[in-house]
C-alpha cells in the first residue's frame, strides 16, 4: 500500500448525499438513515470532532513511537 495525501478524504461506502466524501456535511445528511435528528447529529460530530484533533496527544499516551505517528498524521484531517 501507498500512502496518498490528499485534501478530500474518501470512504469505502457510500453513506450520505455527498457519496464517499468523508466529511461531517455528508454524515449529517445521513442522519435519517439512522433514526437521529438533525441535532442529534450535530451534536455526535461536534463529540467526535473534538476526539479527533486530541489523536496525536491519545497515541503518545499509549505509546505509540514518533516514527508511526508521522506516518499516521496525513489519516487525519486538521480542519475538524
Known sequence: PSI???????????????GK????????SAAKYFDIT???AHQIGIEL???VKNWESHYRQCG???EDI??????????L
Open 49 to 51: 470532532s473534538t476526539q
Open 4 to 18: 496518498i495525501h490528499s485534501e478530500t478524504y474518501m470512504l469505502s461506502m457510500n453513506i450520505g448525499d455527498k
Open 70 to 79: 508521522e506516518k499516521l498524521r496525513h489519516s487525519f484531517r486538521a480542519d
Open 21 to 28: 466524501e468523508a466529511s461531517l456535511e455528508n454524515a449529517y
Open 38 to 40: 438533525s441535532d442529534e
Open 64 to 66: 505509540v513511537s514518533s
